[in-house]
């Protein structure tokens, strides 16, 4: 019986394939449509693990596809990644948006119930709360007005896997709500990918040090913030990656059919403040200017971790520091033509 990781050669599913794969799983599907990231990854993998991961080029938009894989393996359990993620693209393109992500999920759990799969990990996002009143926002926060279609996407899919659980009883659910998954893998050896649309801030940074930008454009320095920028809770993404291990495991003994987990560090930190420590560990000047807010951006957010901490045994290892540095390495690995 095989896990199947959906969006596998993506940025957070390739770190959680090593991660399997580090602590002794061999039985991994991977299916990814490859829309953001390159077939390459599993090569990467690969380098990094040793072992080769069986894998198909699937887009799970397609129900027929998604069948065939089903008949073909046996599948056990579900970690769907495979999702577009970037909140100006989802602006610009909403239907694009609710189509790719939410009938992917769609099919995914229709084979769930055709083919007696019954264990589901769901990956969301903390744009599920908006722009919180509460800090730092827990499980039990109420969710706030999306302020993107890519976050609506999420919130939808939240509501989605919760009427499915009550009707499907068998199957249990684990949603993990990502802040803002950043860094490489400590190699340097796998990150963001290199096809990827970068939207992101880390990206973004990296690019500007290496001289493929020109400058960094930091969007807004007018916000209620200790320096006007955003607050965001950025987390390695490696200590993400660990999470979906641990919640495999919880799934097991989980006494309900549905639960969620913040997956954030705790700490809230600015945009400012992620340039200057990138700036400090890599010792480089970053040129960036402050322009206007950027729509979609949601003040500040940053988690309460402690129902993952109690519930799954997760503590993130990484610090903001060798968030940037392990960034930084895997830009250089990119430049390098690799
Ligand atoms: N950001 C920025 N410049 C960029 C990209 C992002 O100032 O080129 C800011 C963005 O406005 C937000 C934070 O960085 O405050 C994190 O944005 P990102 O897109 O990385 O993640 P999000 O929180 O939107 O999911």
């Keep these: 019986m095989s896990i199947l990781v959906t969006g596998g050669s993506g940025y957070i599913g390739s770190h959680t394939l090593i991660e399997l794969i580090n602590k002794g799983y061999r039985d991994l599907i991977s299916v990814d449509n490859y829309s953001n990231s390159n077939v390459s990854t599993y090569e990467r993998v690969e380098k990094i693990t040793g072992v080769v991961v069986k894998h198909y080029p699937i887009d799970l938009t397609d129900q027929n596809s998604c069948k065939l894989l089903f008949e073909q393996e046996k599948i056990e359990s579900i970690i769907h990644f495979a999702a577009f ?29 055709i083919f007696s799969c019954h264990k589901f990990i769901f990956s969301s996002s903390c744009s599920v709360y908006g722009n919180s009143e509460e800090l730092p926002v827990t499980e039990k926060s109420s969710l706030g007005i999306p302020e993107s279609p ?11 896997l919760a009427d499915t659980v ?154 903001l520091e060798e968030m940037m540095l392990s960034a930084w390495k895997w830009q250089l690995y990119l430049y390098e033509g690799n």
């Design 150 to 160: 890519y976050a609506q996407t999420k919130f939808i899919g939240e509501g989605i």
């Design 85 to 113: 993620k970037s909140v100006p693209e989802s602006l610009a393109n909403p239907l694009l948006y609710y189509r790719n992500n939410l009938d992917s999920l769609i099919n995914l759990l229709e084979c769930c119930q």
């Design 166 to 319: 009550k009707a499907h009883q068998l199957l249990k659910v684990i949603i993990l709500r990502y802040f803002n998954p950043v860094g490489a893998h400590e190699s340097g050896l796998n990150g963001e990918p290199a096809s990827a649309r970068p939207n992101n801030l880390v990206p973004f940074i990296t690019q500007t040090a290496a001289g493929l930008k020109d400058k960094l454009q930091i969007f807004g320095g007018d916000y209620n913030t200790k320096d006007g920028t955003c607050v965001r809770d950025y987390i390695h993404v490696s200590d993400i990656a660990e999470a979906h291990i641990l919640a495999l495991n919880y799934l097991e003994k989980m006494d309900k059919p549905i639960d969620i987990f913040n997956l954030g560090t705790g700490n809230g930190v600015t945009v400012l403040e992620v340039v200057k420590s990138f700036e400090q560990v890599n010792k480089l000047t970053l040129n960036y200017e402050i322009v206007d807010r950027r729509e979609g951006d949601v003040e500040a957010v940053y988690a309460n971790n402690s129902k993952a901490y109690k519930l799954l045994g997760w503590q993130p290892k990484f610090g």
